[in-house]
DNA sequence: CGGGAGATTGACTGATCTCAACCCGGGTGG
DNA sequence: CCACCCGGGTTGAGATCAGTCAATCTCCCG
């Protein structure tokens, strides 16, 4: 019973139509063993940090993941986020290498973890899910491509209007037109690469100017138009 | 005779000790049609643009290309370079969209042109060739994120360091240790994100502290160890 | 009520960009 | 043959964006 219970869980954790592992028959599917998760992590904890091996995918099944490298000095910038239906770790695990990212949940998260030497297998045998994979990585590849040249050319201002749509876009809004991911000032200067201090100032100027209203880490998003023009989007 | 040629070329090109073609068996070698190439592009001609519909991998089978995409500006910020046994293209072959970087000849080059079909087949049937493409994939992203940190956190003066030494592991020095690529002021600073006037103030100052002599555009690298102690790099 | 984390604001500093002038070498056309 | 032109390189001066430091505020929690 228990069994069975761990693998509806698991099943439903795959079968999502926007998952990798939907391509996989039920052969293939059996071949994942249930004893690892879903795991529940809370708010601040970490999945998994810079260094450490890694060896398989992590899959979010429900909440968000900040995803981030540490510089020199401490600082954090953020990479990206992963949510329900990314998949964590592939990076690492595929080409065999530690870590270089370091994995904290911002709300509170389900995480299943598939072994490397399974999901090698899959690679290797079914080209579908090979294909899949491929472009996941292409679609990220261009996504950091474009990141690089927006904080080397953008100023901060068009780049935090830029942040803003971006988070839209990935999270939506809800029927308030708040932002549906919610982020600490710090965590948003790390998303856009700037101080903190940069960030609140240039967020009430926004507020200022009738753009979004803030409503303590809320963010209601009044006009979309300009802030696609300040950050020079499209 | 021709046509004997022409494969012979093509089986050189691909059979590099360091190319992702290197997997594939004589009867999948075969597949690879024969009349695309290799062609020959002179320094500053364009391979392929932004914007334009690409299908298939470029290879690179001599030369060094520049690969960079145009911020709002007009300014170009450059991604990496592609040498020898590099492959270019695949990111907008394998998902199916328009190329999002330019790349420019920066050496007289020789690329062979693989079409998208082809090699979407050899990913679907050959796990190995799949996963060494997604191997190079998360090798590039790898960087790709280590770069996004870089310029979000270092200063001018710390990239300039860090591009050097970069440079110095990809193209190495010849035997008077000068890098074996030259690049214009204006290419260097494209690529560390910059002024050209900021590259060069901070040019003649390494020479100042004697890290480096400059011959034109050929640079001698004299103080490896404070290059990478002034990038931060480990 | 005290403590602490995060948010805000102000003042100051400085790294870096922009603009402008000038130099240098090679190629070209009169 | 020489003046000119042009692209790339260099230097200087001034402007400014954005980072740092420090003080204060506001919640929230025990």
Redesign the pocket.
Known sequence: MEQYYASQIYSDCFKDTNSVFRHLSEEEFVMIPMEHGPNSYKRGEIIYSEGNRINGFYYVQKGIIKIYKTGFDGKEQIIRFAKKGDIMGFRSTLSNELACTTTRAIEDSNICFIPGDVVKHFVKTNGKFAMELLQIACKELGEANDYITDIAQK???ERLAEVLIHLKLEFNLDNENFLQISL???ELANLVG?????V??L??EFKQDKLIE?HG?KIKILNEKSLIKIGNLQ
């Open positions: 100023t901060v201002r600490t000032r710090e700037t101080a903190t201090e940069s609140i100032r967020l009430s803030l880490r």
